[in-house]
């Protein structure tokens, strides 16, 4: 009797290998021009991470984690890992990042694993490319995680649809769970077993239900209980996408499956996939490093399902890049764009990203803080350039380009920015 794969896992060959392969090398390509630093994590982690981090209501906890008891008196259960983000947030907090320099961006790739019922794009191990970063609150940062997607998704040549929600935070998020507990309450004869088993925990769960689908359409929406700052957060992120050219619909349905998300969930969709149309997803996690021991640092990430963008990248009429083209990483910064008032972070957003369309790696600082702790971040994490935006140099059209090096500053139109950055660098 011949000997076969197991059901759920695959052997990938010829044309779906090459396509992930391109794919895992354009994702971290991509992750490399917006000074992302890789980061390899273990395949087994302690069950009570996830536990922690996943939340006890999840499918992942209650039904997908492959669990095994660790060492020969089995005193301890670990897990094979079924998603990346918690693994992230564990070594930032163990190697005490999360105190000494909380302001962190890494992007990891690899085998996940989960069991569940296989179907075409859901495997029981499946690939991913993820990113997160720490330290950051302001919505340019998450607003520049959809620019850095919407990439990705024009190097491929790709159309997918962008679906993007607040979830609200510890203050106006508990007004939105009553309601949603109440809602299920009064329709309790209508929800499946499983809404029934987490409604009480967690009934934020009754949204992401797979078989409760219709009855979840008439359910209460997180963004009428935003409070003014979420509220505010929300359509900011929304604005500074826009400015860089990323189209977003905004789905009040979108929970997504687990815990830890707080205000900015998001999942790209492709219609070429089947019923697992969701290719890339992620959001924000404010309060998870705090909850799995670490300091109170915020996070926001998203991770790429390898096979299930192979499959869209192979059902694409014509597929081919679009108009992204990025060239080979050689570990330096090139770049941090600080743009200083609301209409210059807009309009930063699109001069950042036509420096990494140029093949410069370009990281956009935070805007709410001084100019001198801006720099000595720049400085800190080894860029030779400041690219300075405020309100006089948009109205004529330029930068000031701050060489760190050598502590000189000019002004330069923009149309020239890239080839300045790659003049100086070249001639040193």
């Not at 990439?151 to 203050?171: A, F, M, P, V």
């Amino acid at each position: 009797m011949a000997i076969t794969r197991v059901r759920g896992f695959q052997d990938l060959q010829g044309l779906p290998a090459s396509v992930a392969s391109h794919i895992e090398l354009l994702c971290r390509e991509i992750a490399q021009t917006y000074d992302f630093r890789e980061i390899r994590l273990p395949l087994v982690e302690r069950v009570e991470l996830f536990q922690r981090s996943s939340g006890e209501t999840s499918d992942i906890v209650e039904k997908q984690m492959y669990v095994f008891p660790e060492g020969e008196e089995g005193s301890a259960l670990v897990a094979l890992r079924p998603e990346g983000t918690p693994g992230v947030v564990r070594a930032f907090i163990e190697t005490g990042l999360d105190k000494r320099d909380p302001e962190q961006r890494f992007f990891y790739s690899g085998p996940m694993f989960r069991r569940e019922r296989p179907q075409k794009g859901r495997y029981r191990q499946f690939n991913q490319f993820g990113v997160e970063v720490f330290g950051r609150t302001d919505a340019a940062c998450d607003a520049e995680l959809l620019v850095m997607i919407d990439d990705l998704r024009k190097g491929l040549g790709l159309k997918l649809e962008t679906q993007i929600n607040s979830l609200g935070c510890h203050r106006c998020r508990p007004s939105f769970r009553e309601a949603l507990l109440h809602f299920g309450r009064e329709h309790w004869g209508e929800l499946c077993d499983d809404c029934h088993s987490r409604m009480e925990r967690n009934p934020l769960r009754l949204l992401d239900c797979k078989v409760d689908v219709k009855l979840a359409e008439s359910a209460p929406k997180s963004l009428d209980y935003l409070c003014e700052e979420c509220r505010a957060h929300f359509a900011t992120v929304r604005e500074l996408a826009a400015a860089a050219g990323v189209e977003l619909i905004v789905n009040p349905r979108l929970v997504r499956g687990l815990d830890y998300y707080t205000r900015t969930a998001f999942e790209i969709l492709s219609g070429d996939v089947g019923s697992q149309s969701a290719v890339v997803a992620g959001g924000r996690y404010d309060g998870l490093v705090e909850a799995l021991g670490g300091s109170p640092v915020p996070g926001i990430g998203f991770a790429v399902g390898v096979e299930r963008l192979s499959l869209a990248v192979e059902s694409s009429p014509g597929g081919g890049s679009e108009e992204v083209s990025f060239s080979s990483f050689d570990g330096r910064v090139d770049a941090v764009l600080i743009a200083l008032g609301d209409a210059a972070i807009r309009h930063g957003m699109g001069v950042a990203r036509s420096l990494r369309k140029a093949g410069l790696r370009v990281e956009f600082s935070a805007p709410d803080r001084r100019m001198k702790a801006l720099l000595q971040r720049a400085a800190k994490i080894g860029a030779r350039f400041a690219v300075i935006v405020g309100e006089n140099e948009l109205n004529r059209k330029s930068v000031q380009l701050r060489d760190l090096e050598r502590s000189q500053q000019s002004e330069v139109p923009q149309e020239q920015l890239a080839s300045a950055i790659r003049g100086v660098s070249a001639a040193t």
